[in-house]
């Protein structure tokens, strides 16, 4: 599955998430309700739910119309606006807790696809996934249809808020030795080092 394609047809997304990307406008911000209202997410706001296809409808035209680094700017945003868990401490952690958030923020079938009871996830969105590969590196592999820049602002958010006090920058880049969602692939992987 290539990006901007819901995986399921019946997948919510709320609206915490969706003002993430009116956020991520910066100055264009009724540009971004616009947008969200030209593909019916309309009357935005928290705790509602919206079709995950409009919301990512609204990215593809944001994406043809100004490119990648809007995208990666509303990436950016998710953590100020989602919900995410409390308990982060490390830059692991927040790569690994952003494959949670995701699911806490998204529902199918009426029912949210994270519960904090138990700890269990449900299908039909994909998943983010971290994997520690040396003492401050990683793989951040994302399988799941929203815009590569977008994840890719997700995960550098995240790991400059939680990175240790003696590390000045996070290096985040996409791995072109492995396939894309860029180039239709199902998943992107990034090598990541703090």
């Known amino acids: 599955m290539s990006q901007f394609k819901a995986f399921a047809p019946n997948v919510e997304v709320n609206g915490e998430t969706a003002l993430a990307l009116v956020e991520g406008m910066g100055l264009f911000k009724d540009r971004g309700y616009r947008i969200l209202h030209d593909h019916g997410i309309r009357d935005l706001k928290q705790g509602h739910w919206y079709p995950l296809q409009s919301y990512l409808d609204a990215f593809q035209t944001i994406y043809e119309s100004t ?64 994997e520690k590969t040396g003492e401050r590196e990683g793989l951040f592999i994302c399988e799941n249809p929203y815009p590569s820049d977008f994840d890719r602002g997700i995960a550098e958010s995240m790991a400059n808020r939680y990175k240790p006090k003696d590390c000045e920058y996070i290096i985040l880049k996409l791995d072109l030795t492995k396939p894309t969602r860029k180039k239709g692939a199902e998943s992107c992987t990034y090598t990541i080092r703090w």
């Not at 982060?88 to 529902?107: F, T």
């Not at 904090?116 to 449900?122: A, E, H, K, M, Y």
């Open 67 to 130: 490119g990648d680094f809007t995208l990666f700017n509303i990436g950016k945003k998710i953590p100020d606006n989602a919900r995410f868990p409390n308990s982060i401490h490390s830059v692991e952690e927040a790569l690994h807790s952003i494959n949670i958030a995701y699911h806490m923020n998204h529902r199918i079938n009426g029912n949210v696809m994270y519960d904090p009871v138990t700890g269990n996830l449900l299908d039909g969105i994909g998943f983010y996934k971290f």
